[in-house]
Structure formats: structure tokens, C-alpha cells
């Protein structure tokens, strides 16, 4: 579906509701993938539920019961970014410059609940807003998280000479296998990027939280052109309390740091297995997480 307003346009897949392109004129907001044969890579615009990045050897504890989920990372023994990254969603309403996609998710091993997603995208003359609101279906509470995460270009060859902007007083250390280990303020640290900094050599695969809004209740982190000019804004709203930040140091050689992915999340990685920051939905309730990107030019 291709979404359409002024100079504006965005490309949604039913594959994982994916966002699958973003431009405004001739300009590339972010780096996504082709039509047909174009595989996605590194979850790229895909929307990443029940639970955002990795979980420990996939195995929690949720109501009194040991829990053991598909190891879909088995390089770092972990299960990783949810289980409808490659299930098509229906497509419910579609107009010019909005779409709305829902999805069941069936009891299955590992996660053993009935929920229901509905993603809506729309274009305004400001950039694109995006919703995604989980209602569980079940009897019985539900483990949840969320996270989507879109790789975002300053119009540089490489993010090395871009800058960064990101508004949080907290980054979490993480292991080999990108799982925390520690929370640690920021101040007096490479993570310190409430200023705006060139990403330089700067390796980021990295959850921060803690995050300053302005008065709208919106977390902003940005990426702009080395020039100032340009640049395009991800902005966290209702829901969104984490953010990861990867330069795309571990992608397939010729995708490597050409872009910054940006994620917003609900939770920390290993959330199913630490409760931070996880939802907990009870029978018939629902949650709504919104963020949005916005392309900017001085």
C-alpha cells in the first residue's frame, strides 16, 4: 500500500505490517527494501511483538510456569523480536494517506495466548504517525512488548558523519549476546547524546531509557546531515518509555552503518524474563503504543 500526502510517501507491506519505504520529493528518509524478491533484513520496519529484541535462551516464567520459545537467534541462543515478523497482516481500511492492518496472534509453544493487533499509519503534511493497539482475547493476563524500528538516513554515504540526538538520562549495558547486564546513567559517558553528537566511529547497538519530553509528552531523538540542514526526527509517544539505537555495525557488509535503526520499544531487551518494563494485558484489555517520524529541513 502506498500512502500519499503532498510530497510525502510511504510504502506498508502486509508482510510483518512492515513500513517498507519513506520518502519526501527525491529525498530518502529511511533505508528500507525493494518489491517481490527483496528480502528484509535486520527487521527492517517490521513491527516487533510480543516482545521487542532478544530474550535469554528463550525461556521465562510467567505465572507460576516455565516457558520455552523458539531460539530464532541461535547464534546468541536467544529468541528474538517476537513472533509476527513473517505472518501477513489484513489489510481493514486503506485511503490515500492512512491504512490499518490487524492480526490475530494464536496460542502457540512458548506463548501460550490469544491476542489481536491492529497497526494504523498516516501521513500528514508533518511525516508519519504510527499507532499499534494489542487487545488480549484470552482468559488468563498476557506477558506484552513492542518495538519497531525503522533505519533512518541523514543523506550521508555512511552514519559515521551524521548526528545524533538522543534524549536519555539512562543507557543500559549489554553483554555479547545483546542482553543487559547493568543500568547506568549516561552522564560522563560515550551514551551521553543529549547534545547533539557526530556518530564518528561510535558503535551503538545499545537500549536507553529514561528519556525527556517535551510538552506534547513526546521523546524526540534525532538524526541530521553533518551540514544542519536536514534531518528527520523519531519521535516516541504514548507507550514508548524505551528506545534502541543500532548503527548497523553486525549487518551484511554492504548494509553496514548506512543507516541508523531507531526503536521505539515498550521494554528492555529480556523483558519476559526480567518484568522490566513489561505490560502486563489482562483478559480483554488493550494497550496502544504510538510513535512517528518526522523529515525536517531548515
Given at each position: 500500500m502506498?500512502?500519499c500526502?503532498?510530497?510525502?510517501r510511504?510504502?506498508?507491506v ?6 517498507r519505504?519513506?520518502?519526501v520529493g527525491?529525498?530518502?528518509v529511511?533505508?528500507?527494501f525493494g518489491e517481490?524478491?527483496?528480502?528484509i533484513t535486520?527487521?527492517r520496519?517490521q513491527i516487533?511483538?510480543?516482545?521487542p529484541?532478544r530474550?535469554r535462551d528463550?525461556?521465562?516464567r510467567?505465572a507460576?510456569k ?5 531460539l530464532?537467534?541461535?547464534a546468541g541462543?536467544?529468541?528474538?523480536h517476537?513472533l ?7 489489510v481493514?481500511?486503506a ?7 490487524e ?7 512458548g506463548?501460550?495466548?490469544h491476542l ?6 498516516s501521513l500528514s ?15 488468563s493476563p498476557?506477558p ?5 524500528h525503522?533505519y533512518v538516513?541523514a543523506g550521508?554515504?555512511l ?6 540526538t ?11 549476546r545483546?542482553l543487559p547486564v547493568?543500568?547506568?546513567p549516561v552522564?560522563?559517558t560515550e ?16 537500549p536507553?531509557?529514561d528519556?525527556?519530553r517535551d510538552a506534547d ?9 553533518p551540514s544542519g540542514?536536514f ?5 516516541l ?5 524505551y528506545?534502541?539505537?543500532?548503527t548497523?555495525?553486525t549487518?551484511?557488509?554492504e548494509?553496514?552503518r548506512?543507516a541508523v535503526a531507531i526503536e521505539?520499544?515498550?521494554c528492555p ?6 518484568g ?10 488493550q494497550?496502544t503504543v504510538r510513535?512517528?517520524?518526522t523529515p525536517?529541513?531548515?
Amino acid at each position: 500500500m502506498t500512502l500519499c500526502r503532498g510530497a510525502h510517501r510511504a510504502v506498508v507491506v502486509e508482510l510483518g505490517a512492515a513500513l517498507r519505504s519513506y520518502t519526501v520529493g527525491e529525498r530518502t528518509v529511511i533505508d528500507g527494501f525493494g518489491e517481490q524478491d527483496d528480502r528484509i533484513t535486520g527487521g527492517r520496519g517490521q513491527i516487533l511483538v510480543p516482545w521487542p529484541n532478544r530474550v535469554r535462551d528463550g525461556r521465562y516464567r510467567w505465572a507460576g510456569k516455565d516457558l520455552q520459545l523458539p531460539l530464532t537467534e541461535p547464534a546468541g541462543g536467544n529468541a528474538i523480536h517476537g513472533l509476527l515478523r513473517w505472518v501477513a497482516w489484513q489489510v481493514v481500511e486503506a485511503s490515500d494517506s492512512r491504512a490499518v492492518l490487524e492480526v490475530p496472534l494464536w496460542p502457540q509453544p512458548g506463548y501460550p495466548f490469544h491476542l489481536r493487533l491492529r497497526a494504523r499509519y498516516s501521513l500528514s503534511a508533518e511525516g508519519l504517525d504510527v499507532a499499534v493497539t494489542t487487545r488480549n482475547l484470552d482468559t488468563s493476563p498476557a506477558p506484552y512488548g513492542f518495538g519497531q524500528h525503522p533505519y533512518v538516513t541523514a543523506g550521508t554515504a555512511l552514519v559515521d558523519q551524521a548526528v545524533l540526538t538522543v534524549p536519555a538520562r539512562t543507557w543500559l549495558r549489554t553483554d555479547e549476546r545483546g542482553l543487559p547486564v547493568s543500568t547506568e546513567p549516561v552522564t560522563g559517558t560515550e551514551y551521553d547524546l543529549r547534545t547533539p553528537q557526530t556518530i564518528g566511529v561510535l558503535r551503538l547497538d545499545t537500549p536507553f531509557t529514561d528519556l525527556d519530553r517535551d510538552a506534547d509528552g513526546r521523546a524526540t531523538v534525532r538524526l541530521a546531515h553533518p551540514s544542519g540542514a536536514f534531518g528527520t526526527d523519531v519521535w516516541l509517544g504514548e507507550g514508548a518509555d524505551y528506545v534502541q539505537v543500532y548503527t548497523g555495525d553486525t549487518l551484511p557488509p554492504e548494509q553496514r552503518r548506512r543507516a541508523v535503526a531507531i526503536e521505539a520499544m515498550t521494554c528492555p531487551p529480556d523483558a519476559l524474563r526480567s518484568g522490566a518494563g513489561l505490560v502486563t494485558l489482562g483478559p480483554g484489555e488493550q494497550h496502544t503504543v504510538r510513535w512517528g517520524i518526522t523529515p525536517w529541513e531548515v
